[in-house]
């Protein structure tokens, strides 16, 4: 077996940012209330760009951080949970726009913990031998599937996209943990798709095609599981919570992480934060974090780092990495 390191990383935001105050003009809210519940201060809105369009440019970043063509990438993974259309796949579409011609190309769905099922993903299909040469991408216009009159949704989120590089290598990723209950929760965070509505039936559903969430059961469920996946990733690994560099978790809401770092006695410095400047951008949140820090010259060879995340499904889980570039 192989292992799989990150050898690149890129992010893109759109350029509109909408500040707390701008969105009190839209809904019933302020920015005091914004941001002591939540940490946000402002986020990014696309204007046009559609999901594909932020997914590329961070792609093409990755690529030229890994020093890669687009014609070297055999796989990519796209978590997202706005795609363009549910035909093709997002994936199939940065294929053409990054010119990635001999890449396999599929999506996955597990709302904001996305992007850590898709690097999960993508790392067994490395490990087996079956690809080398892997991109996967985090990328969202969450902007066109919000409720612009609920206040108890529409502050929360950002568009955005973060993109990694991954290929065969001795070292790298040193465990992976994935989990869902789609029994207890899978009502907590919901945003509905076409509905079944044709000429042979009588009666059918109006149901609400935009994100729609139970903020206090998530804040619970999130809190405890990021927790656990934290202690998940580092468990039979002989690695301790003090071994850790950084933890990148998904950027929710501060007091989420702040909660998590009380519970298992976490240094709050230890944990990467950048929600203020984006808001939550669900499955694009820790790969757009995780560029931050390796542009910002946070990383350094041989740091031992944590991605954390939890979402709707429910989904949550982990990756623990030792950073190689
Ligand atoms: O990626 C996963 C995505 N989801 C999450 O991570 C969400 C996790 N949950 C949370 O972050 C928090 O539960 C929220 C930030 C969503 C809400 O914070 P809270 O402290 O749990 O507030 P609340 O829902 O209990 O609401 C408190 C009050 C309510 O008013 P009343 O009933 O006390 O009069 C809400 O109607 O705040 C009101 N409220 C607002 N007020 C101003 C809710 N949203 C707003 C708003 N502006 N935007």
């Not at 796209?78 to 940065?94: E, K």
């Not at 927790?227 to 071994?243: F, G, H, R």
Request: hydrophobic share 40%; glycine share 8%; aromatic share 8%.
């Amino acid at each position: 077996m192989k292992n799989v390191e990150i050898i690149g990383t890129g992010s893109y935001v759109p350029q509109r940012i909408v500040t707390n105050d701008e969105l009190s003009t839209i809904v019933e809210t302020s920015d005091e209330w914004i941001s002591t519940r939540t940490g946000i201060s402002e986020r990014r809105i696309s204007l046009g760009e559609n999901t594909s369009d932020l997914a590329a440019k961070a792609a093409l970043e990755a690529l030229k951080s890994a020093k890669l063509d687009a014609k070297d990438i055999d796989l990519i993974i796209i978590a997202t949970t706005s795609p363009d259309s549910y035909v093709p796949s997002t994936a199939c579409i940065v294929q053409e726009l990054i010119g990635a011609t001999n890449a396999v190309c599929f999506d996955v769905s597990a709302a904001c913990t996305g992007f850590i099922f898709a690097l999960n993903t993508a790392v067994q299909y490395i490990k087996t031998g079956e690809y080398k040469n892997a991109l996967v991408v985090g990328a969202e216009v969450l902007s066109k599937i919000m409720d612009w009159k609920d206040r108890n949704t529409c502050v929360l989120f950002g568009d955005g996209s973060g993109a990694m590089v991954l290929r065969a290598g001795e070292e790298g990723i040193i465990k992976t943990y994935m989990a869902s209950d789609g029994v207890k929760g899978r009502e907590f965070l919901h945003c509905f798709a076409a509905q079944n509505k044709n000429p042979f039936m009588y009666n059918s559903l109006d149901v609400k095609d935009k994100i729609t969430m139970s903020g206090k059961d998530v804040f619970k469920f999130a809190v405890k599981v990021m927790a656990s996946s934290i202690e998940k990733v580092l468990e039979t690994t002989q690695n301790s919570i003090e071994d850790i560099d950084y933890i990148v978790p998904h950027q929710a809401n501060i007091r989420i992480i702040e909660f998590v770092a009380k519970k298992l006695k976490i240094d709050m410095n230890k944990f990467f934060v950048n929600l203020n400047k984006y808001g939550n951008t669900s499955g694009a949140s820790i790969p757009l974090a995780l560029d931050e820090m390796n542009k910002q010259g946070l990383l350094k060879k041989g740091n031992k780092v944590i991605f954390v995340g939890f979402g709707g499904g429910l989904t949550w889980g982990s990756v623990l990495v030792k950073w190689t570039i």
